[in-house]
């Protein structure tokens, strides 16, 4: 299975800026879109911030719009998440994920990956 591997987070003060990466795993699997997704708290749904397919086209969640920016460096399996002007509500911990499609949704049930551990951000006001 791809494996996701998220890693950037940290402290910072509102205002502040962060860089987060993600890398996937080799695979034979086409990776189609990729995005990031967010759990602001233990017990709350992941929400989508940002997503990036493969023709380059994007999508923000309304918050990110004009402060975040995703990119990805297909070569290197990788999306990197650009936050400039972090407020304290953008504080969670962030996962990416990315889709495989049907070639993998046919060998493991799945259009996705498994979730990767996350990267914590705290955005202190």
């Known amino acids: 299975q791809v494996q996701l591997v998220e890693s950037g987070g940290g402290l910072v003060q509102a205002g502040g800026s962060l860089r987060l990466s993600c890398v996937a795993s080799?695979?034979?699997?086409?990776?189609?879109?990729m995005a990031w997704y967010r759990r602001r708290s233990p017990g709350r749904q992941r929400e989508l911030v940002a997503?990036?397919?493969?023709?380059?086209?994007?999508i923000y969640a309304n918050s990110a719009k004009g402060r975040f920016t995703i990119i990805r460096d297909n070569a290197k399996n990788t999306a990197f998440l650009q936050m400039n002007m972090l407020k304290p509500d953008d504080t969670g911990v962030y996962y990416c994920?990315?889709?495989?499609?049907?070639?993998?949704?046919?060998?493991?049930?799945?259009?996705?990956?498994?979730w990767g551990q996350g990267t914590q951000v705290t955005v202190s006001s």
């Open positions: 997503q990036i397919k493969s023709n380059e086209d994007t």
């Open positions: 080799e695979s034979i699997y086409t990776i189609n879109a």
């Open positions: 994920n990315v889709d495989l499609g049907d070639d993998y949704y046919r060998d493991y049930g799945s259009y996705f990956a498994s």
